[in-house]
T-cell receptor, first 115, second 114 residues
Framework: EAGVTQSPTHLIKTRGQQATLRCSPI?????VYWYQQALGLGLQFLLW???????NRGNFPPRFSGRQFPNYSSELNVNALELEDSALYLCASSVSTARGHTEAFFGQGTRLTVV | DQQVKQNSPSLSVQEGRISILNCDYTNSMFDYFLWYKKYPAEGPTFLIS?????DKNEDGRFTVFLNKSAKHLSLHIVPSQPGDSAVYFCAANAGGTSYGKLTFGQGTILTVHP
């Protein structure tokens, strides 16, 4: 069974540009989560999508946005890139949290570098 | 405001001995806790979880203990193996509208020496 897949693996962008990161969840998972791990920092919660809707959002500016598609895959968009957006962006998926607490399984991440 | 803290940045253990990784939390709304292991250039791998209605959960070599009164949890790895060398993160979840949001600690680097 395929795990969570993210693309691209690496992405280099110039300050001010937009970045789009993609995530395909594990088959059967309907919840998708995005986390940021900046250098030297822990994982910071960005966004949670469940059944196509945004359910929760972390303490990030509005230029971080995303969506979940009908097939439950997801996209994270970062507009007006700043140097401090350089980080590892991790996507995770789980079964619907309507069943209560559940474990999230992570992809390998997208390394975004802003120059 | 760091709600989940792993106060030991690193831990070094001899192969075959016990590894004990610790985690403290401050938010009393947290009712579900998880441990993840992370190798460089990979995403975190789920290890084990525990609900606040329990004080212990075991899975093979991994045992998680929860002390709710002290707001403390620990991960025991017995026996430790060199392949266990990685960064270990504890994470906590509050449920309700926060079901999907995991709050992570800063991580502890575990090194198991042969």
């Amino acid at each position: 069974e395929a795990g969570v897949t993210q693309s691209p693996t690496h992405l280099i962008k110039t300050r001010g540009q937009q970045a789009t990161l993609r995530c395909s969840p594990i088959s059967g998972h309907t919840s998708v989560y995005w986390y940021q791990q900046a250098l030297g920092l822990g994982l910071q919660f960005l966004l949670w999508y469940d059944e196509g809707e945004e359910r929760n959002r972390g303490n990030f500016p509005p230029r971080f946005s995303g969506r979940q598609f009908p097939n439950y895959s997801s996209e994270l968009n970062v507009n007006a890139l700043e140097l401090e957006d350089s980080a590892l962006y991790l996507c995770a998926s789980s079964v619907s949290t309507a069943r209560g607490h559940t474990e999230a399984f992570f992809g390998q991440g997208t390394r975004l570098t802003v120059v | 405001d760091q709600q989940v803290k792993q106060n030991s940045p690193s831990l070094s253990v001899q192969e075959g001995r016990i590894s004990i990784l610790n985690c403290d939390y401050t938010n009393s709304m947290f009712d579900y806790f998880l441990w993840y292991k992370k190798y460089p250039a990979e995403g975190p791998t789920f290890l084990i979880s525990i609900s606040s209605i329990k004080d212990k959960n075991e899975d093979g070599r991994f045992t998680v203990f929860l002390n709710k009164s002290a707001k403390h949890l620990s991960l025991h790895i017995v026996p430790s193996q060199p392949g266990d060398s990685a960064v270990y993160f504890c994470a906590a979840n509050a449920g309700g509208t926060s079901y999907g949001k995991l709050t992570f600690g800063q991580g502890t680097i575990l090194t198991v020496h042969p």
